[in-house]
């Protein structure tokens, strides 16, 4: 594995290449994110296809685990696809105890892309507290999950809710992967998803597009 394809999980570990917040992908790498929604996958097809990463959802929450995620993960590491898997949070419930939720379910490995997390309104619920409480509870988070993998953790956002919630908040540091389907987004960003009804060989129906920065 070398910095031309899949750079190591360390950041910056290629020196003066790209841009820290970057450094885990190849400039302009295709790749989807998947979840049970997009049914049984045929793994060695898609990586025949343009995609050379994969996100798949793990957890959301405290206690749920995505019914199709470690199928995915098995069949997608043995096609050779450089993987990782990330969390929907939700802002009602306590942080640590979903950072334990996703460490329960996903395995530590130096191969592997930083996991992420999936903060947004959709599907969301409403904070418990208030906006310090909501805010100290996603850095512990955050945290916990830098802690058990050793890499900083990538957020996945939408521009407005980065807006209301992350912007001037102490999360510069982690890698942005952001949804802007109406064009490249104005945030620095690692990743940008651009389709959620993209097409992919071996995948029934739509899948979710992602590329990286360039």
């Keep these: 594995m070398t910095c031309a394809s899949l750079v190591p999980l360390a950041l ?6 790209r841009p820290a917040a970057a450094a885990f992908l190849a400039p302009g ?12 996958i045929d793994w060695s097809r898609v990586a025949r296809s343009e995609a050379s990463f994969a996100y798949i959802k793990a957890t959301e929450g405290e206690a749920h685990i995505d019914p199709r995620f470690h199928a995915n993960w098995l069949a997608a590491g043995q096609a050779g ?6 969390h929907f949070y939700l802002l009602c419930r306590p942080g640590a105890a979903q950072a334990d939720n996703f460490i329960r379910q996903v395995e530590v490995g130096a191969d592997l892309l930083p996991p992420a997390v999936d903060l947004e309104h959709a599907h969301n619920c409403a904070p418990k507290g ?7 509870e ?3 988070y955050l945290a916990a ?8 953790p990538v957020i996945y956002t939408t521009p407005a809710f980065h807006a209301e ?9 982690h890698p942005l992967w952001i949804r802007g389907l109406d064009g490249p987004p104005e ?6 998803q651009y389709d959620m009804r993209g097409q992919v060989p071996g995948i029934a129906g739509p899948v979710d597009l992602n590329r990286a920065a360039e």
Excluded: Q
Excluded at 130 to 136: G, I
Excluded at 146 to 152: I, L
Excluded at 165 to 173: I, K, M, P, Q, S
């Design 12 to 17: 910056g570990a290629c020196s003066g290449e």
């Design 29 to 40: 790498a295709e790749g989807i994110d998947v979840s049970h929604h997009n049914g049984k």
């Design 81 to 86: 696809l450089a993987r990782g898997a990330y």
């Design 130 to 136: 208030d906006r310090a409480a909501t805010l100290s």
């Design 138 to 140: 996603i850095s512990a």
């Design 145 to 152: 999950i830098e802690a058990e993998y050793s890499a900083v």
């Design 165 to 173: 919630w992350l912007a001037g908040e102490g999360f510069e540091r």
């Design 187 to 192: 945030l620095p960003y690692a990743i940008w």
